[in-house]
């Protein structure tokens, strides 16, 4: 027996699964087993690491750090988005003297690292007599990279839709600007959202690499707690605090985009019934009216697309 994709696994085949299923999950649970012995080893869940935990300016210094993560995160992540679409469209222009730059430009942005696109803007532009602040610095640089990337993400999901779609549109008198608008981004962001989602959480992750340049987010926290001589140093307790508000965070995110994905399914639309009718002849044409039924939200909509044989 055999489905689509692979052939269906044998006794044997079961039995060997289950082994290796079985062993990887020991090995994992090892791993985990002597890491947490480590940590107890070495003092790190002692109540004289997790002293300072008491103080209430520590959780407002973490509150602080988090606020500063998702301000910079807000603004790189809206922007990300709006740079790769406009980036994304020009990609696809028919227009060489448009498509051409554009592509290089996506090409290079993508290149460099986020690192030094931050030093660049925090260090490098002082040289020439410009300040930037480190927020700035940080928000500007996830937008410049994430806005290139998110921008193949958009082209990769217009290009791999049904060719028929873009023709349809302009079949019924839709201009491109229509048809890109009403046809093909709309069904392109609802596949490419489990992508762009994933892509933003790159980004909320790369805030952290504003502590180079000193930019008080949640990981310059983390450190500066961690490196509190008299308490210990707890640097893996605030690591294990700051990074719990990062995998909350992190979550958050991905349910969010679970609940859109879930909205874009159920006001999608669905296509019910479609059905060739035949046309009166007219002059010395003939063709096939092909009607298609669908539903929305508000009603059953009709369209009718004329194929001229």
């Not at 349910?255 to 002849?281: D, F, N, S, T």
Request: charged share 15%.
């Amino acid at each position: 027996m055999s489905s689509v994709l692979f052939d269906v696994p044998g006794p044997r085949a079961v039995v060997r699964n289950r082994l290796i299923g079985a062993a990887t999950v020991l090995v994992v649970l090892a791993v985990l087993g002597w890491v947490v012995w480590r940590l107890f080893a070495t003092g790190q869940f002692s109540a004289e690491k997790w002293n300072i935990f008491t103080f209430s300016a520590v959780w407002v210094r973490f509150g602080e750090g988090l606020v500063a993560t998702l301000a910079a995160f807000a603004v790189a992540g809206v922007g990300s988005i709006a740079l790769g679409f406009l980036l994304g469209i020009g990609r696809l222009s028919e227009h060489a003297w448009v498509r051409e730059p554009v592509r290089w430009i996506i090409e290079v942005l993508r290149a460099v690292p986020v690192l030094i696109l931050m030093m660049l803007l925090y260090y490098g532009l002082p040289v020439i007599g410009v300040k930037m602040p480190p927020y700035w610095a940080v928000v500007i640089a996830l937008i410049v990279y994430n806005g290139s990337v998110l921008a193949e993400v958009l082209r990769a999901g217009i290009e791999s839709l049904p060719r028929g779609q873009k023709e349809a549109g302009y079949a019924i008198g839709l201009r491109k600007t229509g048809v890109m608008y009403f046809i093909l981004i709309p069904q392109a962001v609802r596949a490419m959202m489990p992508v762009i989602i994933a892509q933003l959480v790159v980004a909320l992750k790369d805030t952290a690499l504003g502590f180079i340049i000193t930019y008080q987010e949640l990981l310059y926290v983390i450190n500066q707690i961690g490196n509190q001589a008299p308490y210990g140093s707890p640097l893996i307790p605030a690591a294990i605090v700051g990074g719990s508000m990062y995998v909350a965070v992190c979550l958050l995110l991905s349910y969010i985009a679970y609940r859109l994905q879930r909205r874009a399914k159920r006001y999608g639309g669905h296509v019910h019934e479609a059905r060739v009718v035949p046309l009166e002849r007219d002059s010395d044409r003939r063709g096939r009216s092909i009607t298609v039924l669908g539903d929305d939200e508000v009603g059953l909509a009709r369209t009718h697309v004329l194929v001229v044989d």
